[in-house]
C-alpha cells in the first residue's frame, strides 16, 4: 500500500488477556518504530527495528510488551496479561533507508486499545 | 538527553489571523526538529523539518517555522489560519547518530470561524 497500515484500528479487551498489534509499513522502509500515545499525552518511543540488527527495546516498559519484525515487513506487537494502564493508542511508524538521522517518519493511523 | 517542551496545551486564534506554535528544545549537540500535525483519529502526518542551513523553513499547509539557536526554539508559525488548521501539533527532536524522535506532549489549535 501507499501508507503505513496498521491492524486492528480499535481493539477492546478484558485484563489479563493478550492482545497483538499489527503493523505493516512502507514499502521499502528498512526502518519501523512503534509508539504508545496515552491520553493527553506525547509520544512514547517503544521500539526500533532497522533492518537485520537487532532491535532497541528500550522503550518497552515492562516484560509482558514484546515485539517482532520479520526482514524488512510486517511488524507486531504483542501485549500479555493486559492491564488497565495499558490502554492507549499504539502507533507505527516507517522511514526510509536513505536518510537514517535527516528523514522523517511516516505513522499508520493507530490502533486504539482498551483494556475494560 | 534529548527533550523537547511544548508549553502551552492549547492554543485557540480566529480564522484569519496569525498562528504561533511554540517549542523549545533541549539536546546534546546539534538538533534536527520536525513538526508533525495530528487530525482526530488520524496518525501522524509530516509537516517540516530543520536539518541545517537557513533558520526559516517552509512546509506543507502554508506553515513555517523558524529555528533559534540562542534561544533553543523551533516555533511553528502560519500567517492566516484556516478553520481546517485545528488539531494536534507536535514537535519533535533528534540528535545526530541516534535514530530515536523525541515528542514534546502536544498542544491543542483551535481555529474558530
Known amino acids: 500500500g501507499a501508507g503505513v497500515s496498521q491492524s486492528p484500528s480499535n481493539k477492546v479487551t478484558e485484563k489479563g488477556k493478550d492482545v497483538e498489534l499489527r503493523c505493516d509499513p512502507i514499502s521499502g522502509h528498512t526502518a519501523l518504530y512503534w509508539y504508545r500515545q496515552r491520553l493527553g499525552q506525547g509520544l512514547e518511543f517503544l521500539i526500533y527495528?532497522?533492518?537485520?540488527?537487532?532491535?532497541?527495546k528500550s522503550g518497552l516498559p515492562s516484560d509482558r510488551f514484546s515485539a517482532e519484525r520479520t526482514g524488512e515487513s510486517v511488524s507486531t506487537l504483542t501485549i500479555q496479561r493486559t492491564q488497565q494502564e495499558d490502554s492507549a493508542v499504539y502507533l507505527c511508524a516507517s522511514r526510509s533507508s536513505g536518510s537514517p538521522i535527516t528523514g522523517e517518519l511516516f505513522f499508520g493511523e493507530g490502533s486504539r486499545l482498551t483494556v475494560l | 538527553a534529548q527533550s523537547v517542551a511544548q508549553p502551552e496545551d492549547q492554543v485557540k486564534v480566529a480564522e484569519g489571523n496569525p498562528l504561533t506554535v511554540k517549542c523549545t528544545y533541549s539536546?546534546?549537540?546539534?538538533?534536527?526538529l520536525f513538526w508533525y500535525v495530528q487530525y482526530p483519529n488520524r496518525g501522524l502526518q509530516f509537516l517540516l523539518k530543520?536539518?541545517?542551513?537557513?533558520?526559516l523553513v517552509k512546509g506543507s499547509y502554508g506553515f513555517e517555522a523558524e529555528f533559534n539557536k540562542s534561544q533553543t526554539s523551533f516555533h511553528l508559525k502560519k500567517p492566516s489560519a484556516l478553520v481546517s488548521d485545528s488539531a494536534l501539533y507536535f514537535c519533535?527532536?533528534?540528535?545526530?547518530?541516534?535514530?530515536?524522535?523525541?515528542f514534546g506532549a502536544g498542544t491543542t489549535v483551535t481555529v474558530r470561524a
Open positions: 530543520y536539518i541545517t542551513g537557513d533558520n
Open positions: 527495528f532497522q533492518g537485520n540488527s537487532a532491535p532497541d
Open positions: 519533535a527532536v533528534r540528535v545526530p547518530n541516534d535514530y530515536k524522535l523525541s
Open positions: 539536546v546534546s549537540g546539534n538538533p534536527y
